[in-house]
């Protein structure tokens, strides 16, 4: 047999740090409550959840008499619905394109001018705004024959642009199992008047449906379609 002794195991220490460990967690314990008193709040505040929100813009732009009375193409302000998931705000330019030489002196367009001048954008207020687990693309569904008022409501009609839809998981999945009740030729997309011809909806929606090459079902209403 060995005379060899095993040398005694020493027995752990915890570095000083380690002091601070449980206050710190016990801080963050009671920190993460108080958030959650805020947060939960906030996030089923009805002003950012529910039908009707409707935030005071920093310019009090029309949709009525631009979009309605005008009939201005929706994509001329939002100039990226075909080609990108966000609809882009128009920059300062588009709407000096016209207010250069029309109503350049109205109290309205203060903040457009101002922005013009010094070439800070104005700081509209996002009125649809998804959760960031949410994934959305404008140009997926544009494409595939999806109208404006489908989501956005009768924009045509509104002096200041409210929340119409509920933009619910629910409501978004009632589109994506039967998506052939609510498409539209594509060239249709922005007229929030259009109809189906002789309210056929039905059967001009399976038509566009496998003419456009929407998804079935099953992809359709699969978590990852729209949560990446």
């Known amino acids: 047999m060995s005379d060899v002794q095993p040398t005694p195991r020493k027995p752990f220490v915890f570095p000083i740090w380690a002091n601070w460990l449980l206050p710190v967690l016990l801080l963050m314990v009671a920190g993460g409550g108080a958030y959650l008193h805020v947060l939960v709040p906030l996030v089923a505040d009805p002003a950012t959840t529910d039908v009707g929100y409707q935030p005071r813009q920093p310019v009090p732009f029309s949709h009525a008499i631009h979009a309605g009375q005008l009939g201005m193409d929706c994509k001329y302000c939002h100039t990226t619905v075909e080609k990108a998931a966000f609809a882009a705000l128009p920059p300062t330019q588009t709407c000096m394109n016209c207010h ?3 109503r350049t002196t ?3 367009l203060t903040v457009v001018r101002d922005s013009w001048a010094t070439g800070k954008p104005i700081p509209w207020v996002k009125v649809h705004d998804l ?3 949410a994934y959305f693309n404008h140009s997926a569904h544009v494409n595939k024959g999806v109208g404006c008022v489908e989501c956005h409501g009768r924009i045509d009609q509104m002096e200041t642009v409210y929340q119409a839809k509920p933009l619910s998981m629910g409501w978004c999945l009632q589109c994506h199992r039967e998506p052939e ?3 539209r030729p594509v060239e249709e997309v922005t007229n929030m008047k259009w109809v189906a011809p002789n309210g056929d909806q039905l ?3 399976l038509e566009l449906k496998k003419k456009y ?3 079935d079902a099953a992809y359709m209403t699969s978590c ?3 949560h990446r």
Do not use: E, N, Q, R
Request: proline share 5%; aromatic share 10%.
């Open 131 to 133: 959760p960031d687990y």
């Open 181 to 183: 009740k609510y498409l």
């Open 100 to 102: 250069s030489s029309i």
């Open 213 to 215: 090459g929407v998804h």
């Open 106 to 108: 109205s109290d309205k």
């Open 203 to 205: 059967s001009l929606g």
């Open 224 to 226: 990852s379609t729209c």
